[in-house]
């Protein structure tokens, strides 16, 4: 079984920058989508970006522009880059795959302050 485990939340500033880490248990990255996901409080999860196995991204319209995300398939591990953070940004974030079962991370906590 995989196993996610997210890194790099923290408080930041409106205006700053975080970067995500996810490191996967086994080598799964390169031939996998792998995408992020986050939950504030009181709603529900919703999609941030993905990166499929060749390469080519999505992101929501909320983000695109802001974050940006990519992996090194030597460390099996997916990143997300978050630029120009806002309020609105704040959330937990999870990383997220799909290998036969859903697979999720615990989750890191992203908090933006304005």
């Known amino acids: 079984q995989v196993q996610l485990v997210e890194s790099g939340g923290g408080l930041v500033q409106a205006g700053g920058s975080l970067r995500l880490s996810c490191a996967a248990s086994?080598?799964?990255?390169?031939?996998?989508?792998m995408g992020w996901y986050r939950q504030a409080p009181g709603k529900q999860r919703e999609f941030i970006a993905r990166?499929?196995?060749?390469?080519?991204?999505d992101y929501a319209d909320s983000v695109k522009g802001r974050f940006t995300i990519s992996r090194d398939n030597a460390k099996n591990t997916v990143y997300l880059q978050m630029n120009n953070l806002k309020p609105e940004d704040t959330a937990v974030y999870y990383c997220?795959?799909?290998?036969?079962?859903?697979?999720w991370g615990q989750g890191t906590q992203v908090t933006v302050s304005s």
């Open positions: 990166i499929l196995s060749g390469g080519s991204t």
């Open positions: 997220h795959t799909y290998v036969g079962y859903a697979s």
């Open positions: 086994r080598s799964i990255v390169s031939g996998t989508a």
